[in-house]
T-cell receptor, first 114, second 118 residues
Framework: DAGVTQSPTHLIKTRGQHVTLRCSPI?????VSWYQQVLGQGPQFIFQ???????GRGNFPDRFSARQFPNYSSELNVNALLLGDSALYLC?????????????FGPGTRLTVL | AQSVTQLGSHVSVSEGALVLLRCNYS??????LFWYVQYPNQGLQLLLK??????LVKGINGFEAEFKKSETSFHLTKPSAHMSDAAEYFC????????????????FGKGTKLSVKP
């Protein structure tokens, strides 16, 4: 069975540009969460979606947005990129949205902002 | 707000030696607890988790962790380190109760990089 997939693997953008990152969850999983991992730090929660509705939002500016599609895949959008947005963006899927559901992580998208 | 503290950003052990990675959480309600491992340029892999029940939890690759409520700790151990254990390890907590905005998100510590010397 395929795990969580993310695209693209790597991305280089310049300040002020916009970026879209994509995530496909494990088949049957209805919840997708996004995390940002800055070099040398632990992942930080950005968004959680369950059944196409936003269920949680971390402490990130409005430049960050996301959505979940009917097939449960998800996109993370970041506008007006800053140098500080350079990070590994991780997507995780789980069967449900509750606290006991195990989250399975994808390999991440490495975003570099120049 | 919940937080996770991992003592020691770098830990170095010899092959065959005991591995001990420390994790403490701050929460008025015992959360769900997790240990993840991250190899270079890869995503996170779950090693083990504690939700309810037995406080000594066994995971993959010979790792185990014990939930100690009185110490608010969830330290990760392995009796004998292998070279392949060299990676970064993250402790994480999760709110066990659903109440909307924070449902489901993991709160991670800053990570401990484990080096294994031959």
């Amino acid at each position: 069975d395929a795990g969580v997939t993310q695209s693209p693997t790597h991305l280089i953008k310049t300040r002020g540009q916009h970026v879209t990152l994509r995530c496909s969850p494990i088949s049957g999983h209805k919840s997708v969460s996004w995390y940002q991992q800055v070099l040398g730090q632990g992942p930080q929660f950005i968004f959680q979606y369950y059944e196409k509705e936003e269920r949680g939002r971390g402490n990130f500016p409005d430049r960050f947005s996301a959505r979940q599609f009917p097939n449960y895949s998800s996109e993370l959008n970041v506008n007006a990129l800053l140098l500080g947005d350079s990070a590994l963006y991780l997507c995780a899927s789980s069967l449900g949205g509750g606290g006991g559901n195990e989250q399975f992580f994808g390999p991440g998208t490495r975003l570099t902002v120049l | 707000a919940q937080s996770v503290t991992q003592l020691g950003s770098h830990v170095s052990v010899s092959e065959g030696a005991l591995v001990l990675l420390r994790c403490n959480y701050s929460s008025s309600v015992p959360p769900y607890l997790f240990w993840y491992v991250q190899y270079p340029n890869q995503g996170l892999q779950l090693l083990l988790k504690y939700t309810t029940g037995a406080t000594l939890v066994k995971g993959i690759n010979g790792f185990e962790a014990e939930f100690k409520k009185s110490e608010t700790s969830f330290h990760l151990t392995k009796p004998s380190a292998h070279m392949s254990d060299a990676a970064e390890y993250f402790c994480a907590v999760r709110d066990p109760f659903y109440y909307g905005g924070s449902q489901g998100n993991l709160i991670f510590g800053k990570g401990t990089k484990l080096s294994v010397k031959p």
